[in-house]
Each structure stands twice: as structure tokens, then as C-alpha cells.
């Protein structure tokens, strides 16, 4: 289907059933750079595509790191971020802030916290939960969704002596969540409390439920995904199934937090902060670079449509290096029919191809619309 692919970048062409019926001929790309410490990108010697979900480990148990490639399309574009928070100065600190910011788009700051739990105060009549640390502040704090707010109800002592029950939260299943109201909870153990949250929203009860946070990418069946499947019920399985349910949204394939979904997609030339997330603790500043892949749909019968593929995802990954890694994702796609044959890939600035048509969720646009 990719008959020939003019950038230094991996890409694939593949085809998708629509919600709406029909088949979708997708084009994605991805190219990797090597960030610099000065801030500079350059072109990565090794470029590959994402062809499945990656995990840190078992789906069920630890984060997603990497998001597969073979998605249709996506609305808008998503920034991911998998790093370490790093305190002011590699100084030891209970607390300070990171951030991700798109120029004047998105500047989404979050609090991380040394490692913190409940603990019970048996002071008073009554006792009560009460947040402390554990460390003498610390230096660096994985920027992971095990220490977000989310997991199970801790100290259920109706599960078997066990300190979970069966269902965690689904905004995060891998988090840590708040303790059981139980006058029965053990009250000689610490639970783990969360270590990254918003500082609008800070935990201080130890029943408290926060939205969970976190910069890396969110895997299908957690809440801020699977909310937009759509209606999965028994006329769904009789009459439409393995086809999406109608009222199914293309919201479901971005893969960022909520917060680090952009408005739109990303053009190139964007101005990326990055706080606290480097050893030092300082800021790192980056420009999106300034290159729009676009592509050839060719037809058996001489017809050729040309397309500019849309910039849908920035993937940062700081936790090793320099040079740290950065992955760009491109998509465009058409409707198919018998007569189509090929794609043949290039690239331009935005500026060059600007005036081609673009892929929405209902297909190809001309840009005057």
C-alpha cells in the first residue's frame, strides 16, 4: 500500500473500518529525534514504528509507554511525557512543581511529593488518618501513574485479610487510592499515599478521592479513554458488532492525559517547556520541528489525490540521557474503493503544503472549508 516513502521517517499505510461504514486508507508516520541538553533536535539515526501498545511491564500492573501507530485518526494532537521529576537544584525537598507547556496552548503544572502515607494519629478521643512523609524529602520522583492518585480502597478488611477489593479506580487502576470507611481498617499499617497531584486540588483527607495525574500516555481501557467507545449494549452485539457502536467518537484514540490533549493538531514551530524534569531540576525548551509530511493517494485508473498528513502526537522521553528522545506522529486518511492502488510519502514545511486538503473524521476537506 506505501508504495514509496521520500522521508527519513518509518511509515505505514494500512486500512480501517469507519464508524460509519467503509474502508478508511490510513497513512502514519513517526519520526524520532535526539533532543540535545541545549535544546536542539536532530534527526535520530534509528527511526521504527510503534506497531502495538508497549507497557513498563504487565498491561494490567504498570503504564504504557509507548502507543501503537495503527490508529485511524485522531481530532487533535497529544503531548506524552515519560520522565522523572527532578527537584530545584538536585536539592532534597518534600515538594515542588513540574510542568509541560505548548506555547500558549496548554501549560498543565503539576506538585510531586517525597514519598508520603497514611498514617493513624491516635491522639484524641477518636484518632484520625494523617498524611506524612516517610524520607527526608527527596531528589528525584518517578513521573509514573503507580504514584498517582487511582488503584484500589485500601484497608478493606472484608476481602480475605487482603488490603484491596475487586474493583479499582478506572481513571488509574495502577494508583494509589484512599482508605476504606471502616472502623476496621488495620490501623498499624501505612498505606502509600500519591505522590503527583494538582496543586488546585491537593490530597489532605485520607477519603479524599483527587483526579488522578500524570504526563505519560493512557492506555484504551482506563475512563478517560473508554468513555468515548460509545454504547456497547445487547443492539450493539446483535446488529452492529465488531463495527464501532454509532455514537462511538475518535476521541477514544488519544492517548494523553486529558490535560496534554491539545486543542488542534500541531503545526510545527511550537515553543515546549519542560519543568523540573531534567536532573537539576531547571527548565528545558525545545521548538516542534517545522516539517508536514504529505502523500500521494494514487488510483488504478490515473486519479491522484494529494494530502497533508496532520501532526497528531509529541512523545517526549526523558528518562535516560542526553540526548533524550522525541517522537513525532503524522496521519492523513482517505475513503477507499476498488480502484485505489498506492501512497507515496513526502515532506515539506507547513507553510509549503499548507494548501492541501486534510483529514477529519469524515475524510478528505479542501481547505477553504
Known sequence: MLADNKTPFSAIGFEHEHRDGGLMVVIAARGTFDLLADGKLQIAEQQALVLKDVFDGRPLSTPLVRAGDLIPFKPAADVTVLANAHSPDGRPAWHWPVGVSVDKTVDHVLRVHAPRAWKWNR???????????????????????????????NGDPNVDGKNIVAMPDQRNPIGRGPIARDNNVKRDIDYPAAQIENPEEPLTDAQQRIEPEGFGPVPPWWTWRKRHVGTCDDDWTKMRAPRAPHDFKYSYFQVAHPNLVLPSYLKGGEMIKLTGLVPGGGDLRFHVPDITPWATFDFIDGRQVKARLHCDGLHIDLRQGPPWRVDLTWRAWMVSCPEFWKINLFQSTFAEVAHLPFSDEAGLLEVNR
Open 123 to 153: 491522639e484524641g478521643l477518636l484518632g484520625r488518618w494523617k498524611l506524612d512523609y516517610t524520607a527526608k524529602g527527596a531528589t528525584e520522583v518517578p513521573l509514573d501513574y503507580r504514584y498517582s492518585f487511582g488503584g484500589v480502597l
